[in-house]
């Protein structure tokens, strides 16, 4: 029944706060004609267009080929049969463009969940509001939401009540959002952590 402002005052004296500075890279590929559903690239630090790996909620069999703008999204694997995830290439409209990092940077969005916004195209604030203040290390395909409640001014209260601020990163990936496969939670397996 408190408020974020009230955040320093909550904590023991001389606390320290641990934030996670991953920043959310473009990893939402719009389909054409777009009708408010994207590819979700999961593997963003991947160079080559070949083996890119994606969540596609709509679930295309192997062979189908998405159309995206910038290009089309060719399915070659069903990677977890009976869930969302698929790996193929990417062939772009322009030739020039020969690397994953190349295309998400042209023709990339930011992956905005639906909760966030589901009423409206993405825009240029996104880079920016599904982001935490202080995310500097680019490599999430989602936003470490835990802390977006930590304004520029909130961080500040928290050092003035001379609490310490420390960064660490941790990158935000697929296992986000991997449901369990098995029975018991012991025997699922986890994605690593970059």
């Not at 990677?79 to 969302?84: A, H, I, L, M, Y």
């Not at 193929?88 to 322009?94: A, E, M, R």
């Amino acid at each position: 029944h408190r408020m974020a402002d009230d955040f320093p005052e909550l904590l023991p004296e001389r606390s320290l706060v641990v934030v996670n500075n991953s920043a959310v890279v473009k990893a939402a590929l719009r389909r054409i004609p777009d009708d408010g559903t994207y590819l979700h690239v999961v593997n963003p630090f991947h160079t080559a267009l070949s083996r890119v790996t994606c969540l596609c909620p709509w679930k295309p069999r192997t062979g189908t080929s998405v159309p995206i703008r910038g290009g089309r999204f060719d399915v070659e694997t069903v990677t977890e049969p009976g869930r969302d995830l698929r790996t193929g290439t990417i062939v772009p409209d322009d030739p020039a463009v020969t690397t994953l990092g190349e295309f998400m940077a042209r023709y990339g969005d930011m992956p905005i969940p639906i909760y966030v916004n589901a009423q409206r195209d993405p825009d240029a604030s996104d880079a920016t509001d599904y982001q935490n203040v202080y995310a500097s290390a680019p490599g999430s395909v989602a936003c470490p939401t835990a802390g977006l409640h930590l304004t520029e001014s909130r961080i500040k209260a928290l050092r003035a009540a001379r609490h310490e601020v420390a960064e660490v990163t941790l990158h935000i990936g697929y296992g986000t959002w991997r449901s369990l496969a098995s029975e018991y939670v012991d025997e699922h397996v986890m994605d690593a952590e970059v």
